[in-house]
């Protein structure tokens, strides 16, 4: 691959700057759905972005996004193309996200266990922490919640249901 | 690519199948699973229908007999243990073949090694449910039984090898009935007797030939898109 030209640095570091649109406290570049920016002649660029779920909707809104904030930076040509592999998986999610995920109110995802067979969801016995109260002590409620990327949780210390951004 | 419109087509149907139970679910917590299944599937499905034309062209101006779905993916809904039955059956069968080809190098290597983590916790789902219906009351074990009798006899077409899809079938079939079994056993049921594949089964989903009910489903899935061409909001 190719090195990042100064222009593709920049334009990387305005479209990572784009907030997620379901988790607007994340950019994109903390969520780490952001591949790579390529400009292909003056004035156009390709945006490659990756899904955290086949299925997430979110990807059109970000997609638009993306393409607004270039046309703003004077870009008129953007296109932004949707890159599966390799697989987008939470363990991108930088610390910082992982970080204001937490103080949004999301439990965030735990790092995969290396001894763990890659893919499957993490061992539930694994505690997850009480994004209000810090407690360890938290149930499982649902596997999936208001986003497919997020089990429904709550705390047992607090009792207060909270969302948590599961494994994948 | 009859491949990727088999793949898809198993994914896309099993997705409406399980939106309709938005609006239906027993609670709050299973309507937005069942909804988020959902969801997984028909990303899944809108990637590989592209792979075979026009998506949309695909989803909703083919007829009946041009879908190559799987039976099994149709069934009705009926009630939650037969939905439940349902998932467990496919998201084994769907675990097994992504994982399959996403070590591959085929077309479908990209998509399944992303979609194979999403499939991981459909069959989590599905076996967690399967293991409180049946190790549950007396009636939620009979329903749970009667659902995995009655869908049994859709699951040998789970393993009749699809043509360009490049995999071992032996191994997916014996890889599924190691984990099916294992999990109806600990959830206290009975494995289902009757045969999976000959005279007194079904399956022909792969030819074209559906079950009386899918042409219900695809009536309603399509009707929006047949009354107004090309709308849009």
């Known amino acids: 691959m190719v090195t990042e030209t100064l222009l593709e640095k920049e334009l990387h570091r305005l479209a990572g700057s784009v907030p997620d649109p379901e988790l607007p406290v994340l950019t994109l570049d903390e969520l780490g759905v952001l591949r790579g920016v390529d400009v292909l002649a003056p004035g156009k660029v390709t945006v490659r972005l990756t899904p955290t779920y086949t299925g997430c909707p979110a990807i059109e809104a970000m997609s638009a996004d993306i393409e607004r904030v270039l046309h703003d930076h004077g870009i008129p040509e953007v296109s932004v193309v949707t890159v599966l592999s390799p697989a987008w998986s939470t363990d991108d999610i930088s610390a910082e996200g992982r970080r204001k995920l937490a103080e949004f109110g999301i439990a965030p995802p735990r790092p995969h266990d290396a001894t763990s067979p890659a893919g499957g969801p993490v061992p539930l016995t694994l505690s997850v922490r009480c994004p209000h109260c810090g407690s360890t002590d938290t149930e499982l409620l649902s596997r999936f919640s208001s986003t497919a990327c997020k089990a429904l949780r709550r705390c047992v210390t607090c009792r207060e249901p909270f969302d948590h951004f599961k494994e994948l | ?233």
């Open chain 2, 1 to 233: 690519m009859s491949a990727a419109l088999a793949l898809g087509d198993d994914a896309l149907v099993l997705s409406h199948r399980l939106g309709e139970w938005a609006g239906h679910a027993p609670v709050l917590e299973e309507e937005v699973a069942l909804a988020n299944i959902a969801l997984d599937l028909l990303g899944q499905a809108r990637i590989l229908l592209s792979l075979a034309g026009d998506e949309d062209e695909l989803a909703y101006l083919r007829e009946e007999r041009a879908f190559r779905n799987v039976q099994l993916v149709e069934q009705p809904n009926g009630d939650f243990a037969h939905t439940i039955a349902r998932q467990l059956y496919f998201s084994a069968y769907q675990r097994l073949l992504y994982e399959q080809l996403a070590s591959g190098e085929g077309a479908f290597a990209g998509l399944a090694a992303k979609a194979v983590k999403e499939v991981a916790y459909h069959q989590d789902h599905a076996e967690h449910w399967t293991l409180r219906l049946g190790d549950g009351t007396d009636e939620s074990h009979d329903r749970m039984q009667r659902a995995v009798d009655g869908l049994w006899r859709f699951t040998g077409e789970l393993f009749e090898p699809v043509e360009g899809v490049d995999i071992d079938w032996q191994a997916l079939r014996s890889g599924w009935l190691e984990s099916v079994p294992a999990v109806l056993e600990r959830a206290t049921l009975t494995l289902p007797t009757g045969p999976q594949s000959g005279a007194w089964t079904a399956g022909a989903g792969r030819q074209g030939i559906h079950t009386e009910p899918f042409g219900r489903m695809i009536a309603e899935m399509q009707h929006l898109h047949r009354s107004h061409p090309g709308a849009s909001w």
